[in-house]
């Protein structure tokens, strides 16, 4: 790649970031100025202006959490009005609000930040250490996202990377980017399941690998199922014991309980490597006379793993729906490769192995495997494949994890293209005017499951102005959605008599509203 700019490739995660390049056709996961191969994705605006991304961010999370963002990826494209905002409203330390548009801000120290933003500065770090390793710029970017992200959480994190500077060649899903990782450049045939359980979701991929071939047969995810869940839980059981410890209940401190969650994650990890553990939490509370009480834990991994196991359970149900979807039994895949922090539990591979029945593949480490394959991806995006010697491309084909569609006169949601359809793919359709001289035709779009459009996931409204005036049903206009190799959705309309492209008459109204993202631009990162 002599004389070529890197393309590099990032894992953008809800815990933590990697990024990582191919050099000479040997793939480097980028450490940092201090050597971390993994940066936290955290972004902590400290009191004298300044703001620190990454691992030095962390310990803000303890001692400023309130102006300390982490899990932005839990947060991004959603919509206000989401499960998922008002939990993170009630449970994160951070302030969560309302803009236009119904998409959520962050304010910190009197300033509000689009979710991109964000993202945006973790993303930015990761560029600058990639930029330091390689000596050179790196202005083009692969960035993977979980198979379940909507449209409008894909365009988001686009918009991120834009943000930060990066040209997104490509979006690519997770844990196609896991298989590339495994199966690329290894002639194999097999179907490979990726469990992926990470610090805040869970997700399943069920791939068929030909050769160079990679093809996504069904996926499944649960967003609220991850690593913090088992924090919370033991968190939970110090909690108890602080209570039997001192006969005074911490329960209604938020404080305590954050401090709790930092020391029972770090007590989590430490029982993947030891059978048990102690911890002493100084000065966790002060008692009536304003006497400081600690807490001494002393916990083994069983009774951990006795607590936790309904966790890992409920991970099942999702592979079995994806089995499902794909026709198989667990028994008939090949392999499953283990992506994501909390499967280095030993009890997540034990159930893992027996769900399957099969040991997991556990040679790449599993936090850096998903950004190994978007470098993987990234490299070959730059090849010219008529080039003499070029080596083989990898062939990704993937599925669109939701179905699409638009809502009826009726509120029913009409799918367009169904979920796990393979992608890139289009359909059209040809709508029609429903009163005389009617000269606009409006369409909302949705992603999801329900049968009740108003259940599913908004991606936005379409709008066909400008149409001739004349008796109903006489106008008709094709319109074609289309779910482009991102994921994303794009949607073309034409005038079925005159046959002249609508496109311009489209107005996709999603996301932030153009004055926020023109703000989030002049800001800068
Ligand atoms: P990820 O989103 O893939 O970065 O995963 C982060 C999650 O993995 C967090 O919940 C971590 O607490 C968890 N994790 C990381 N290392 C370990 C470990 N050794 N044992 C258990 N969980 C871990």
Redesign the pocket.
């Known amino acids: 790649m002599a004389g070529q700019e890197h393309v590099i490739g990032i894992d953008l ?4 970031s990697v990024v990582a390049t191919v050099i000479d056709g040997e793939v480097h996961v980028i450490p940092d100025e201090s050597g971390a191969r993994l940066q936290a994705s955290i972004v902590a605006f400290l009191q004298d202006g300044s703001i620190v991304v990454g691992n030095g961010a962390r310990q803000e999370a303890v001692v400023d959490p309130g102006n300390t963002i982490y899990s932005a990826k839990r947060l991004i494209g959603r919509h206000f009005s989401s499960k998922e905002i008002k939990t993170a409203v009630q449970q994160f330390p951070y302030r969560v609000v309302k803009g236009k548009n119904q998409m959520p801000l962050v304010e910190v120290r009197g300033e509000r930040y689009g979710l991109p933003e964000i993202s945006g500065m973790v993303l930015r770090r990761m560029k600058d250490i990639a930029e330091r390793y390689l000596g050179a710029p790196a202005s083009q970017a692969v960035i993977t996202v979980p198979a379940n992200f909507n449209d409008t959480q894909r365009q988001m994190t686009k918009l991120a990377g834009n943000l930060a500077g990066l040209d997104v060649l490509r979006v690519v899903n997770e844990p196609t980017a896991a298989a590339l990782a495994y199966g690329f450049g290894r002639d194999i045939d097999a179907r490979i399941a990726i469990y992926d359980f ?3 979701t869970f997700d399943i991929t069920i791939l068929q690998v030909r050769g160079n071939v990679f093809e996504v047969v069904a996926t499944a995810g649960d967003t609220f199922l ?3 869940d088992f ?1 919370n839980r033991l968190a939970r059981y110090m909690l108890l014991a602080f209570k039997q410890q001192h006969g005074f209940s911490v329960e209604n401190d938020p404080m305590a309980f954050s401090r709790l969650k930092q020391v029972a ?1 770090k007590l ?2 430490e029982l ?1 490597l030891k059978d048990r553990a102690i911890v002493n939490v100084r000065e966790l509370a002060v008692d009536a006379s304003g006497q400081p009480l600690d807490l001494r834990f002393q916990v083994d991994r069983a009774s951990v793993d006795e607590r936790c196991q309904d966790i890992i359970q409920r991970s099942f149900l999702v592979c079995d729906e994806a089995l499902r979807e794909a026709g198989m039994k667990a028994a008939d895949v090949d392999g499953v490769v283990l992506v ?3 499967t ?2 030993p009890l997540v591979r034990e159930m893992v192995a027996e769900y399957f029945r099969r040991e997991p593949m556990t040679e790449l480490n599993p ?1 850096e495997v998903v950004g190994i394959g978007a470098a993987i991806q990234g490299a070959s995006l730059v090849v010219d494949p008529f080039a003499a010697n070029a080596p083989p491309q990898p062939l990704l084909l993937d599925v669109t994890p939701m179905s699409l569609g638009v809502q009826t006169v009726s509120g029913f949601f009409d799918v367009l293209i169904p979920r796990n359809a393979s992608i890139p793919c289009d359909q059209s359709r040809v709508f029609t005017t429903t009163v005389d001289d009617q000269t606009t035709v409006r369409l909302q779009i949705y992603q999801g499951e329900s049968k009740v459009a108003a259940e599913n996931v908004r991606l936005g409204e379409i709008e066909l102005y400008g149409l001739r005036a004349a008796p109903r049903g006489e106008v008709k206009i094709q319109v074609t959605f289309e779910i482009d190799s991102d994921g994303m959705v794009v949607v073309t309309a034409r005038d079925r008599e005159t046959g002249i492209e609508q496109a311009t008459r489209i107005n996709v109204s999603a996301g932030y509203s153009q004055d926020e993202v023109e703000a989030m631009i002049e800001r800068g990162i």
């Open positions: 995660g809800t815990t933590n990470g610090g805040g991850g690593g913090d924090d994650e989590k990890c993947s994501g922090g909390t280095r539990m936090d």
